[in-house]
């Protein structure tokens, strides 16, 4: 008896095992983030100095904006996962929420960009500040 049932609950366990898998997380946006890059499909990309003063802050759920060190606009995000890819959705209050793809690269950089459904679509890279 105990030799049948040894087999049957490792069996158990190995098809039980992947069902208990976690769900996918998205990665952290959680920090200040200062613009190094814009690119666009009908002009040549413009490149940011560090100390620019073009930032986004994101935490707990909450963004800033900052354009040359002056606060533009505030509000609430989120993230979501579609598939491949990481959704970074910026509540504009009274507007329509503002949805993007978003990309780390290393550890430092952040890509925010519109996504391959837009052929001339635009992008910003980022870089970690604190």
């Not at 890059?37 to 560090?50: D, F, H």
């Not at 100390?51 to 354009?67: E, Q, T």
């Not at 509000?75 to 929420?97: L, P, S, T, V």
């Amino acid at each position: 008896m105990k030799l049948i049932l040894l087999p049957c609950l490792l069996c158990l366990f190995l098809f039980a095992a992947p069902a208990c898998k976690k769900d996918k997380q998205a990665p952290s946006v959680t920090g200040t983030w200062e613009l190094r890059r814009i690119t666009s499909g009908w002009v040549p990309a413009v490149e940011y100095a560090p100390g620019n003063g073009s930032l986004i802050v994101f935490d707990k759920g909450r963004y800033k904006k900052y354009r040359d060190g002056q606060q533009q606009s505030e509000g609430a995000y989120h993230i979501e996962i579609h598939g491949k890819e990481n959704r970074i959705i910026f509540d504009k209050g009274q507007r329509a929420e503002v949805s993007y793809n978003y990309t780390f690269i290393g550890t430092t950089q952040l890509d925010i960009h519109t996504g391959p459904e837009i052929s001339d679509g635009d992008g910003s890279l980022y870089e970690r500040i604190r």
